[in-house]
């Protein structure tokens, strides 16, 4: 095999309730993200790692769309591979069912851990604990999928990791219409391609996409009364956008990426006001 190794941990889970399907991995590879993770919401997640064989994403997800079990898409996947040994796969199905496979010549410390809606596992670790932390963190979790998964990174860290180091990190969750403009299924996908903390920037990401795309609830938004309205004319006068207060406001927040966030001017996202509050 001459490959390069992916040594990796990675988690893949779902949730039911949002349907929202989702990997989280981080390696000591160069873009670990544009191997290990795939999702497709209503069908499953998929982590395909060590000698990684990248067909293993596309390939399972067809079969989990024909309604077949994690457990059977794993044998299906290593038994039709010669490479099975040095592979290393973990599914989870529309279900929540979900298996891992680690292959008798994985380097040590290598192997996973399922549970209802997971499957974590690792290859090239400091030991087992690495794992276990995930799983552990995942069933003592709850709120959005992407957050959990993020903590479950952290706690794999905290326990070990990867015992060549850090190099890169990546997060995906899918969801049917949940993404930009409710236009996509991609709810989340950042990648750290090259970091020596990439969980740290993978974070950093996390906020930056959060703060952009993300939804604070419509019971949490201010009232554009006299006074805030006032607040927001000056506010984006200082900025230069000085003609009527809500073609000034749209202009403003389509400009920093902040239209997702804006639903005419009766009323404002706290984020928003915080963003134009902290630029002024």
Known sequence: M?????ATYSIAACDLEAGQWGVATQSKFLAVGSVVPWA????GAI???AYANPRYGPDGLALLREGLSAEEVVERLTSADDGRDHRQLGVVDRKGGSATFTGRECLDWAGGHTGRCYAAQGNILVSAETVEAMATTFEASS???VERLLDCLDAAQAAGGDRRGQQSAAILVVEKEGGYAKLSDVVVELRVEDHERPLEELRRLY???DALFGETPRDQWLEVDDTLAAELRERLTRLGYDD???DAFNRWTANV????RVDGIEQIDPVVLEELRELT
């Open 2 to 6: 001459a490959e390069p190794v992916i």
């Open 40 to 43: 497709e919401p209503q069908v």
């Open 47 to 49: 982590a395909t790692q």
């Open 143 to 145: 709120g959005p999928l």
């Open 207 to 209: 906020r930056l996409h």
């Open 244 to 246: 009527e207060l809500e």
């Open 257 to 260: 990426n902040l239209e997702e």
